[in-house]
């Protein structure tokens, strides 16, 4: 089924034409403060050029990350089981070569885990919230800055 007469042109698309075989492979990511910020950066990485970025950026990704941790089913013994963590990540994708902010945008996810009686398990619960957590800011933020090339290639092909 081809949908080319609609204008309709899915943003994964394959070839030369795909935003993510050109403008996204262009991306260079900053550093992100603390291990979980290097998790995110990592994940971006795979997500925004997977086969690879280009040898020269033109555009710099930076994103700022904070993280709140909340208990939230506590018993009469006012001992938490349940808890909390809360993330937003702030971002901006600047042309390297003028220094001007193409877009920025932020985005929030909570993810929960039970706070068990066995610390490891309560660490590993921890752990993989993080996780997942991690995984759905870095396909948020992926989709966002994705969104944008598509939308402004035209601009930003007379720019380059």
Known sequence: ???TACGFEPIYGAGDNSVFESDMREI?????????GQQLRNE??????????????KYILKVTLSENKQGLAVKKSEIAT???LSFR????????????????GSSRMVTSYNILTKTFATLMAEKDARKRAVREISVDIT???????KLNRDKLAAVK
């Open 89 to 104: 990540a702030s971002y901006n994708v600047t042309q390297k070569s003028t220094g001007e902010t193409l877009t920025a």
């Open 28 to 36: 260079e990511i900053s550093p992100i403060e603390n291990r979980i």
């Open 82 to 84: 349940r808890a909390n």
């Open 1 to 3: 089924m081809s949908l």
């Open 143 to 149: 989709s966002k800055v994705a969104a944008f090339f």
């Open 44 to 57: 971006l990485e795979q997500r925004i050029s997977p086969k690879g970025r280009a040898r020269i950026s």
